[in-house]
């Protein structure tokens, strides 16, 4: 059965990195582009930006450019999600999350039919 | 501040119906941009109630649907019960951000 599992929470000072991890089994792990999503305490859903593991191109929310970076590991499965210069705006559950591709008649797109289990990261003095 | 926008909460007391608007702009759903529906349970992870507008992934029941017109879209929840007590999400794709865009999620209190 398709799992992705994250790596464990971490607490980060202000200023500092974090970078988490999802590793993928169940599927062929190139065949499908991995999301991140996060939520803060109390927030909604932000995306993140998105991973191709296949050639490894990505495409991140105008938001984090410049701070965040999405990189894979074809021989554990695994993708990583690095962000930067953290403030404790950055205090969220972060998720990674596979799209669903879909043609339904009228139209076509995709869902998110796979999640992490989420990483909490903590970012505090 | 989420680029759709969604009523923060609504209630309704059981077996009664609901809906959670979602409104969005020309550059997304009035774009023609599919939204997607999902519901958030305390501690876990999103679940996907609707795709394409108003498809159900199987095993969703029948109780949930949706809809969409112009810049907005519906989500419509009959026969409530207590289990569907959470938080609520839209989701869709907006093409001057070249990105998925989210709701702010609505809170569904059943009575």
């Known amino acids: 059965q398709v799992q992705l599992v994250q790596s464990g929470a971490e607490v980060k000072k202000p200023g500092a990195s974090v970078k988490v991890s999802c590793q993928s089994s169940?599927?062929?792990?190139?065949?499908?582009?991995l999301h991140w999503v996060r939520q803060a305490p109390g927030q909604g859903l932000e995306w993140m930006g998105i991973?191709?593991?296949?050639?490894?191109?990505?495409n991140y929310a105008q938001k984090f450019q410049g701070r965040v970076t999405m990189t894979w590991d074809t021989s554990t499965s695994t993708v990583h999600m690095e962000l930067s210069s953290l403030t404790s705006e950055d205090t969220a559950v972060y998720y990674c999350a596979r799209p669903f591709f879909y043609y339904d008649g009228s139209g076509q797109g995709y869902y998110y039919d796979y999640w992490g289990q989420g990483t909490l990261v903590t970012v505090s003095s | 501040q989420s680029a759709l926008t969604q009523p923060p909460s609504v209630s309704g007391a059981p077996g009664q119906r609901v809906t959670i608007s979602c409104t969005g702009s020309s550059s997304d759903i009035g774009a023609g941009y599919d939204v997607q529906w999902y519901q958030v349970l305390p501690g876990t992870a999103p679940k996907v109630l609707i795709f394409g507008n108003t498809n159900r992934p199987s095993g969703v029941p029948d109780r949930f649907s949706g809809s969409k017109s112009g810049t907005s879209a519906s989500l419509a929840i009959t026969g409530l019960q207590a289990e569907d007590e959470a938080d609520y999400y839209c989701q869709s794709y907006d093409f001057t951000l070249s990105g998925v865009v989210f709701g702010g999620g609505t809170k569904l209190t059943v009575l």
């Open positions: 169940g599927y062929t792990f190139t065949t499908y582009y």
């Open positions: 991973i191709n593991p296949s050639g490894g191109s990505t």
